[in-house]
């Protein structure tokens, strides 16, 4: 028996604007709304409304056999909310349906597991909270942003009460090992891990219009047969990608949408496949071994690793840049300070650093919106000076009125700084 | 006259040189005819209208060419291909490599220069020598004798770090041996060129760049001077302007000083190491790089700076600092420099002398009562500049050389 278990990712960065240096303690809008709201309704366009109503379609006309998962980080949502309302209606209306499972991640999709512990279990907290408002939802099982883990995230995963845990299923951390069974982390005691099947789920992602790949061009029947083959020696098979891959990394015109409308009836021709979702999969599945994972692993590139992000000093100085800001951001008690700063904490900034440019380099150019890895480099540590100034006012605030009076000082950081509270608006509170 | 550049379209100095040396020669009542290269339907100015000439008159004619300003081999061949230049079928219009193109600009200079009524040719720089030279050859063919004038700016020795690409070394050398009279823009580089080029120091007349002073009202301060101490570096970024160096002292200044930022305006080819090296070197937050910027823009940057610093390995002159001064920020600038021979409200120290950098920028940022003599005086000595005393030294280098028996 297989289980096919789907899960898409749904995300979309705050992209920063060349953010000048004449701007520095002068303007501290960071964001490029326009670029923002432009690639939000192109990809919302392309494929967020289009993969949901065949998604839709499907769990109509399959009924219960059907099943599929996502997470949407924190960004994301806001972003359908500012932009694109009808986007975020679709999906509230897939997870209507009873069969669509969500999986909480760090609001920001952010690296901050790596940097502050303190600071990621906040941002899951803050996701968990943004499922339970928008979908009346309480997620399972987590997946820690571009599927970056170690033991270290399965015991925090366990200790925040989840059953399962997403990860690659690289062969480095694998070895002779299938992705395709259920494992437990060495460290923890109930939490289950699920690992990607990535020959499969990059089949779909990365090379379905690839036309020099012997497997082009790549039909339904043709993967469900693969995925049948693994009857017998494996009980399920993880296909975790990118949701942008309908329509927007795969145009329509290359049939993944065709594809994806006849996959799930060509799964279940044969008799012993079926859908499930993660935390089903947890459920059904007893581990058949503990695996041991010291070393960070990620989905990204072909070394799976964190070097899309941190592999040059420019991303390093980047982000340790950030991170050392953590104390006076949340000591200065501004809301909108904060959010800024954590927008920034989103991995996308740093991959935009990235200099790599052989063979990943062309997916990493696709993503990019500058022109240069330093140009990026630069922009971001613009506003982190800006961010730096807008920390000192508050300090020296503080110290003139005293600490009973640090409300104050954030209203007259608010007047400086104007700026409306989207997550306010967002969550409600 | 041939150039390269013309503001508003120029990268460096060489264009504001020869904007300033136009307008006080046309002003003296000197007639120019300014020969530029120009591609063929790019994005075109109308330079009458930016210089109305007072008593002379100014003409501008362009000859359709794919040079551009400080351009290297290897630029030359990113900007052709990157801008499509070649025709139907792979054959272009344009010179294959650099130097075919720099020779085809030469030979459509002298059909200019055959329709054309002139009493002196006026070069500036390498990649106009011979253009001059194919000019000065086709007035003779219409039996008269022109005199032939090389304007040097600055020297491959200078841009390359003193590693020069022998075939504009050549060029250069052509163009100044050919030429009845030499400019310098300094001492300094009257001496590369008799030391580079084995040229008669006789031939050689120095005359210093100026600028001209104007009052008008100032571009208002960028907000980061209220909160941080503003070290400015702004040139091109390329080995001869010292980024390198100027890193080097950003990182002892950081060091010592959590509160100073260090801003970088330019590009060029050492843009991305400079990035990464600030990275590196653990000062990626106190460096800042505002790329390349023109205008109003350049002012401010000047304005938001407590002190300018020019640690160029070698500069022919140096017009940036006179810039600076104008609108009051005090300079620090290299020895190896023609500027420090015209000005006296600076702090000049050797390039390579790290320390003593550090020391100078360090003593700005700290005294208020320096910078602010600095800061004032500086701007009492821009006004005694004035791009009229170069053009009437040029004058009468052209009066000479016309009277000069052949």
């Given at each position: ?429 | ?36 290269p120009r591609i063929e339907g790019a ?20 000859i359709d060419a794919a040079l ?8 030359y061949n990113?900007f052709i291909r990157d801008f499509g230049l070649k025709g139907f079928g792979g054959a272009s219009l344009y010179g294959r490599e650099?130097?075919e193109e720099?020779?085809r600009y030469?030979?459509a ?298």
């Amino acid at each position: 028996m297989v289980a096919v278990c789907f899960y898409f990712q749904v995300h979309q960065p705050y992209r920063l604007r060349k953010y000048p240096v004449f701007d520095i303690g002068a303007n501290s809008d960071y964001f490029n709304h326009e670029k923002n709201r432009e690639i939000m309704l192109k990809v919302a366009d392309k494929c967020y409304l289009p993969a949901n109503r065949v998604i839709l379609d499907l769990i109509n006309e399959m009924g219960e056999e059907f099943r599929v998962s996502y997470s949407i980080t924190g960004v994301a949502l806001e972003q359908f909310r500012e932009y694109c309302p009808e986007v975020l209606e679709s999906f509230q209306r897939l997870v209507d349906t009873g069969q669509v499972e969500l999986l909480d991640e760090t609001y920001y999709h952010s690296l901050s597991f790596l940097y502050s512990e303190r600071e990621f279990i906040e941002q899951v907290k803050m996701h968990r909270k943004a499922m339970k408002e928008l979908f009346g939802y309480k997620p399972r099982v987590f997946r820690n942003t571009e599927l970056i883990y170690n033991n270290r995230l399965a015991s925090l995963a366990e200790e925040m009460g989840y059953k399962g845990v997403l990860a690659e299923g690289a062969d480095h951390i694998l070895g002779w090992r299938s992705p395709n069974f259920l494992y437990k982390p060495v460290t923890a005691k109930r939490i289950r891990l699920l690992l990607k099947n990535y020959r499969l789920s990059d089949d779909i992602a990365f090379r379905f219009s690839e036309r020099s790949w012997e497997g082009w061009p790549l039909t339904a029947e043709k993967f469900a047969n693969w995925i049948s083959k693994i009857n017998g020696n494996g009980n399920c098979v993880n296909l975790f990608m990118d949701y942008e891959t309908f329509g927007e990394h795969q145009w329509e015109s290359t049939g993944i949408f065709d594809f994806l409308r006849r996959l799930p009836a060509e799964i279940l021709k044969h008799p012993d496949n079926e859908f499930m979702t993660p935390s089903e999969v947890v459920r059904e599945f007893k581990p058949v071994a503990e695996l041991d994972v010291h070393n960070v692993v990620s989905w990204a590139d072909v070394e799976r690793d964190l070097s899309a992000w941190l592999g040059n000093p420019m991303q390093m100085s980047a982000i340790e840049c950030l991170y050392r800001l953590e104390d006076s951001v949340k000591e200065s008690g501004d809301e909108k300070l904060l959010e800024d700063w954590r927008r920034l904490q989103t991995a996308d900034h740093f991959y935009y650093m990235c200099t790599k440019w052989f063979n990943d380099g062309d997916v990493h150019k696709y993503f990019n919106v500058y022109e240069r890895p330093h140009d990026s480099f630069i922009a971001f540590m613009n506003v982190l000076n800006d961010m730096g100034i807008r920390l000192k006012i508050h300090k020296n605030w503080r110290e003139k009125n005293g600490k009973e009076k640090n409300n104050e000082g954030k209203k007259e950081c608010e007047e400086i700084f104007g700026g409306r509270y989207s997550r306010e608006l967002l969550l409600g509170q | 006259m041939f150039g390269w550049e013309f503001p508003p379209f120029s990268s460096g100095g060489l264009g504001t040189a020869c904007y300033g040396l136009t307008r006080g020669l046309t002003n003296q009542g000197v007639d120019i005819t300014f020969v530029l290269p120009r591609i063929e339907g790019a994005l075109d100015c109308d330079y009458m209208r930016i210089l109305a000439a007072e008593k002379g008159r100014l003409k501008f004619k362009t000859i359709d060419a794919a040079l551009r300003p400080y351009m290297t081999s290897k630029a030359y061949n990113d900007f052709i291909r990157d801008f499509g230049l070649k025709g139907f079928g792979g054959a272009s219009l344009y010179g294959r490599e650099l130097f075919e193109e720099v020779d085809r600009y030469a030979r459509a200079a002298e059909a200019i220069a055959e329709d054309g009524d002139f009493d002196v040719i006026h070069c500036h720089d390498w990649m106009t020598y011979r253009a001059g030279i194919h000019a000065r050859k086709a007035a003779e063919k219409m039996g008269r004798k022109v005199p032939l004038i090389a304007h040097i700016h600055s020297t491959e020795f200078d841009r390359t770090g003193g590693h020069p690409q022998g075939y504009v070394y050549y060029l250069e050398w052509e163009g100044l041996r050919e030429a009845d009279y030499i400019v310098a823009v300094s001492d300094y580089t009257k001496g590369m060129v008799v030391r580079h080029y084995s040229i008669d120091p006789k031939k050689i007349h120095v005359i210093h760049n100026a600028i001209d002073y104007e009052e008008k009202a100032p571009a208002e301060t960028p907000k980061i001077k209220e909160f941080h101490k503003i070290v400015l570096f702004l040139g091109r970024i390329t080995i001869q302007k010292g980024p390198d160096h100027f890193l080097r002292i950003a990182k002892r200044i950081a060091e010592v000083d959590d509160n100073v930022r260090f801003i970088v305006v330019g590009s060029g080819d050492m843009f991305r190491h400079i990035v990464e090296e600030s990275a590196n070197l653990g000062i990626g937050d106190k460096v800042l790089f505002a790329d390349f910027l023109s205008g109003k823009d350049v002012e401010r940057a000047y304005r938001m700076a407590h002190v300018y610093v020019m640690p160029s390995i070698s500069e022919p002159f140096g017009l940036t600092a006179l810039e600076a001064m104008k609108y009051g920020t005090p300079v620090v600038i290299s020895k190896q420099s023609g500027v420090s021979e015209v000005i006296k409200n600076c702090l000049v120290v050797d390039f390579w002398d790290v320390n003593r950098m550090v020391d100078r920028i360090m003593a700005v940022l700290k005294y208020k009562e320096l910078r602010d003599t600095m800061s004032m005086e500086g701007v009492e000595e821009i006004k005694r500049f004035s791009w009229r005393e170069p053009a009437k030294k040029c004058l009468e280098l052209y009066r000479r050389a016309m009277k000069k028996k052949w």
